[in-house]
């Protein structure tokens, strides 16, 4: 099951997403034990593997950490849904192989708790819970390579094969 766990404002900063004072690791499993816990600090107890984040505009503004990509992404959350996201903290997403969805709609159309289906090829997420379908604009073919690689790093090393 994919549950989403939806925060209805705009602006969650890196800070929320990883407080400064655990940026002393890069270990994604020590991260994650910490992410969203300024914000929401029943967060991690909640999350499961597969589940979804729901936020409006400006998604991970503020400190350019790649920590923000690696506790979300280490705590099992298989991507971000937002308004909008702040343009570091998109790239180092893709960087890390990790898929963001930017729509208008779903922040609207998402509560707490529903369960949903993404198709990121089609650019479109099932709201199974409500019965809805809200469409996205899917990433490039390019973004989709370095994801599907794990990451840029990976990326190139494989392309260089």
Request: glycine content about 8%; charged content about 30%.
């Amino acid at each position: 099951m994919n549950k989403a766990h939806v925060y209805k404002r705009d602006h969650i900063n890196t800070d929320e997403i990883i407080p400064a004072r655990y940026l002393n690791t890069d270990d994604r499993a020590e991260l994650a034990k910490h992410c969203m816990e300024d914000l929401d600090k029943d967060f991690v107890n909640n999350v499961e593997e597969g589940d979804v984040i729901v936020a409006g505009e400006d998604f991970g503004c503020g400190s350019s950490r790649e920590h923000a990509v690696w506790a979300i992404h280490g705590a099992g959350v298989q991507t971000v849904i937002a308004k909008s996201f702040a343009r570091i903290f998109y790239r180092n997403a893709i960087n890390n192989g990790f898929y963001l969805v930017e729509s208008q709609d779903a922040l609207e159309k998402i509560n707490d708790g529903d369960e949903l289906d993404i198709d990121y090829k089609n650019g479109t997420i099932t709201n199974k819970t409500a019965g809805t379908e809200i469409s996205f604009n899917p990433l490039p073919d390019f973004a989709l390579d370095i994801i599907n690689d794990g990451g840029l790093l990976e990326h190139i090393t494989k392309s260089k094969k």
